[in-house]
């Protein structure tokens, strides 16, 4: 699909746009149709499973406009005529169109796929090679069948790697052009910052609002509705305008958020950023974690441009995540304070050593102290254990209590006896009668000696069990409350290749 956005109306907006014939060279418009009809053809072929009319059509398709994207799909239709029919000819093709496509956009974000690929493919050949199979010479039909006019034989069964690899598709491409060139591509919104800028060629899939801007021109606006299997081609012919005004905005720490004007409304982007402004005063405000607010004042001028480069002052920060089975009725600290009352937690901390512990009713807590670096994400997945039971200590206190209690009762029953032998003593009854029971050894309660005995070692067992009690109170039992801790530098950057554009996640470990 061909198509171009005329814009004009409301500045800044999109006004009355139709889809109409491109306004560009008629050699340019001719080259471009051209590649529209060898692509649409080669799909037809491709899923019919004529893998080698697909390849010769995605091959015109390359012919008329060099995208590097088409050379991929040439790959894709020689790759599945080897994988359908033994083919050693279409693999060593799909090889060779693989290594031109990563060769001509050598940033591809799918080049660790495709390089891949081409080794599978090679210890392919080898094997079909080493087996002594017929090798069709790729002059026939080229259909799914793989019959070759150089074999009747049945093609073997592709390797498990090859298999692995599944069914390749080829792949749809969107163009994006403007007049002038060289205008800034947004998708959705401005907040996630430019895509690229015309004119532009990649893969995308859903639909989506394109925003197309360039200094002195009206913003263009519309919508895109991205097939995977087509090539769909986007003209903007851009009005002029001398009404807005144009500002940049920069500051000493990329990715700070920018809000204009009316802060409740949201961050209209992210530095570094420029764009068109109506004239008059605005209010910016700049902001990002760990950092002082800037806040400025600015004139814009209709035609003219406005700079602005803020000065951020503060600490870096980075990002702690804590997480886990529980979380939510446990309590995150950091340095003694609550970060959060409630899990999980996802908050920015200070660059530097902080001490982190996580707390909860009825479980053990987990304390460490970890280092926060900037720019970065350090996860924190917590497994907290139960606190252990306290039966054991209850027991030995109460079996304390009762042999202290034994102890108390055999020694009043010795003073007793004791104070008996004073009384008769002092009654003049002296000597005592050595056949009386109260003296000498003996396991009667009414003897002296073993109720002196019998309490001194009562009171000594229990006090060895009610150390052992408060041993068991206080002693960590059980398995400990454990983490998982991962620390990751995350940049998220623009990313834009002809199979790929949006936002690419960069992990250092």
């Known amino acids: 699909m061909v198509c171009a956005v005329?814009?004009?109306?409301?500045?800044?907006?999109?006004?009355?746009?139709?889809?109409?014939?491109?306004?560009?060279?008629?050699?340019?418009?001719?080259?471009?149709?051209?590649a529209q009809d060898a692509f649409d053809a080669a799909q037809v072929a491709y899923l019919a499973n004529d893998f080698d009319k697909a390849a010769q059509g995605f091959q015109d398709a390359y012919a008329a406009k060099q995208f590097p994207q088409f050379l991929y799909n040439v790959g894709a239709a020689f790759h599945m005529k080897g994988k359908k029919s033994s083919d050693v000819t279409a693999y060593e093709k799909a090889i060779e169109f693989y290594k031109r496509y990563i060769s001509e956009d050598p940033t591809a974000t799918d080049k660790p796929r495709v390089e891949r690929a081409i080794t599978v493919l090679q210890a392919e050949i080898k094997r079909i090679n080493d087996a002594g199979a017929p090798v069709a010479n790729g002059s026939g039909s080229g259909s799914g069948s793989g019959s070759g006019s150089g074999s009747a034989a049945q093609p073997q069964t592709p390797s498990q790697e090859v298999q692995a690899l599944g069914d390749v598709k080829v792949r749809g491409l969107v163009v994006i052009e403007s007049e002038p060139a060289n205008a800034t591509i947004y998708l959705d919104d401005k907040k996630k910052g430019a895509l690229n800028s015309t004119p532009w060629s990649g893969t995308l899939e859903g639909e989506h609002k394109l925003i197309i801007e360039k200094?002195?021109?009206?913003?263009?606006?519309?919508?895109?509705?991205?097939?995977?299997?087509?090539?769909?081609?986007?003209?903007?012919?851009?009005?002029?305008?001398?009404?807005?005004?144009?500002?940049?905005?920069?500051?000493?720490?990329?990715?700070?958020?920018?809000?204009?004007?009316?802060?409740?409304?949201?961050?209209?982007?992210?530095?570094?950023?420029?764009?068109?402004?109506?004239?008059?005063?605005?209010?910016?405000?700049?902001?990002?974690?760990?950092?002082?607010?800037?806040?400025?004042?600015?004139?814009?001028?209709?035609?003219?441009?406005?700079?602005?480069?803020?000065?951020?002052?503060?600490?870096?920060?980075?990002?702690?995540?804590?997480?886990?089975?529980?979380?939510?009725?446990?309590?995150?600290?950091?340095?003694?304070?609550?970060?959060?009352?409630?899990?999980?937690?996802?908050?920015?901390?200070?660059?530097?050593?902080?001490?982190?512990?996580?707390?909860?009713d009825g479980y053990k807590p987990y304390t460490r102290r970890i280092t926060v670096g900037a720019k970065t994400e350090t996860s924190i997945k917590v497994g907290l254990a139960k606190e252990p039971s306290r039966t054991d200590a209850i027991v030995a206190y109460v079996l304390a209590g009762a042999f202290v209690g034994g102890g108390a009762y055999f020694g009043l029953r010795a003073n007793s006896i004791a104070d008996e032998l004073k009384k008769d003593i002092a009654a003049g009854n002296p000597p005592v009668d050595s056949g009386d029971p109260r003296l000498g050894w003996g396991f009667s309660l009414n003897n002296g000696k073993f109720n002196s005995v019998m309490a001194d070692s009562l009171f000594a067992i229990g006090g060895i069990t009610a150390i052992t009690a408060i041993y068991y109170t206080f002693r960590d039992k059980g398995a400990p409350s454990t983490a998982l801790v991962d620390v990751r530098a995350l940049a998220l950057t623009p990313s834009v290749g002809p199979s790929y554009a949006g936002l690419n996640m960069e992990v250092r470990w």
């Open 6 to 34: 005329a814009a004009s109306g409301v500045p800044g907006l999109l006004g009355n746009h139709a889809v109409r014939g491109a306004q560009a060279q008629p050699a340019a418009a001719d080259k471009l149709k051209a």
């Open 215 to 360: 200094r002195g021109y009206k913003i263009v606006e519309t919508r895109l509705s991205a097939d995977p299997s087509k090539l769909l081609v986007i003209k903007a012919v851009m009005a002029e305008d001398d009404y807005l005004g144009w500002v940049e905005i920069k500051s000493n720490v990329p990715g700070a958020d920018i809000f204009l004007d009316d802060k409740s409304v949201g961050a209209i982007g992210k530095t570094p950023f420029s764009g068109n402004f109506k004239p008059g005063k605005h209010t910016l405000w700049i902001s990002t974690d760990g950092y002082d607010e800037y806040k400025k004042e600015i004139e814009v001028i209709a035609g003219e441009t406005a700079e602005i480069k803020a000065q951020l002052t503060g600490d870096p920060v980075g990002k702690l995540d804590v997480r886990g089975y529980g979380i939510e009725d446990s309590t995150i600290y950091v340095d003694g304070k609550i970060l959060c009352e409630r899990g999980p937690c996802l908050k920015s901390v200070k660059e530097g050593s902080h001490e982190v512990s996580i707390r909860r």
